[in-house]
């Protein structure tokens, strides 16, 4: 059972408390959050590293050389 | 500006780890918290970031963040939690902490509760990061409990400690 450290700082007194169910659920519910916010940002990055490649292979097309896109 | 700094608590981590470090009942005899942090999650990865909760309240919560690992830079934001600092995790170079500083102004005011958090988590090793975040509770309430916690769901790993601090204008 995951436990939490609680210290009271009236009476400096440092307790080791067992998490409610309230708790060790909003515990998953945070880490269900985190997971669904880092993999939306992963699909954005990944979308905007497409578009990077795309438009520096039409720039290439165009003849423009490695160092004038790095340039850009 | 802020000239005096009074320890009020301070914590350390056993050895079976914590899922959170809270400071209960702080007297609201200070203009402003702060809270110093070393500390290192068992989560399996390089990093873990790390939430703010005040009063054990996880609504009304929203932040913004910044960070760069020195090669390249991101930010992102939240719209359900105070995300105000990272730590080293369980991939980290073994036996490193990382360090941080979150600072709650005007705590006991009947405003909103704005909140920044400076971070670090260098470790010699392939991925570090340095974090600048800026949180807001929009509760009015006075802060009377501080957690921090890891948003992952992971704990905080033994002999990681935090220090509350009171902070007075004069």
């Known amino acids: ?72 | 500006m802020a000239n005096t700094y009074t320890l009020i608590a301070s914590s350390t981590v056993g050895s079976g780890g914590s899922a959170y470090i809270e400071f209960s009942s702080i007297p609201s005899t200070y203009t402003d918290l702060c809270v110093v942090f070393s500390a290192r999650s068992n989560r399996s990865a390089d990093t873990d970031p790390i939430n703010l909760e005040l009063n054990g309240s996880t609504i009304n919560d929203s932040s913004r963040y910044l960070y760069g690992d020195g090669s390249s830079a991101a930010s992102g934001s939240s719209t359900s939690q105070t995300e105000i600092a990272r730590m080293p995790a369980a991939n980290a170079t073994a036996s490193t902490f990382g360090n941080g500083l979150i600072y709650i102004p005007n705590y006991t005011s009947s405003n909103y509760k704005s909140s920044s958090g400076d971070s670090v988590t260098e470790n010699n090793g392939t991925t570090a990061y340095a974090k600048l975040s800026a949180g807001l509770w929009s509760d009015t309430s006075a802060v009377t409990s501080v957690k921090i916690t890891s948003q992952t769901g992971n704990n905080f790993v033994q002999y990681s400690t935090a220090y509350l601090y009171g902070i007075k204008n004069s």
Not at chain 1, 25 to 32: G, L, M, N, P, V
Not at chain 1, 40 to 50: D, I, L, P
Not at chain 1, 64 to 69: D, G
């Open chain 1, 1 to 72: 059972m995951p436990t939490k450290l609680i210290i009271n700082c009236e009476t400096g007194e440092q307790t080791e408390v067992e998490l409610t169910a309230e708790e060790i659920a909003q515990r998953e519910a945070d880490a269900a959050a985190y997971a669904a916010e880092q993999a939306e940002r992963e699909a954005v990055e990944q979308v905007k590293a497409a578009a990077k490649a795309s438009a520096e292979a039409k720039l290439a097309a165009l003849g423009l050389t490695a160092e004038e896109i790095s340039a850009l």
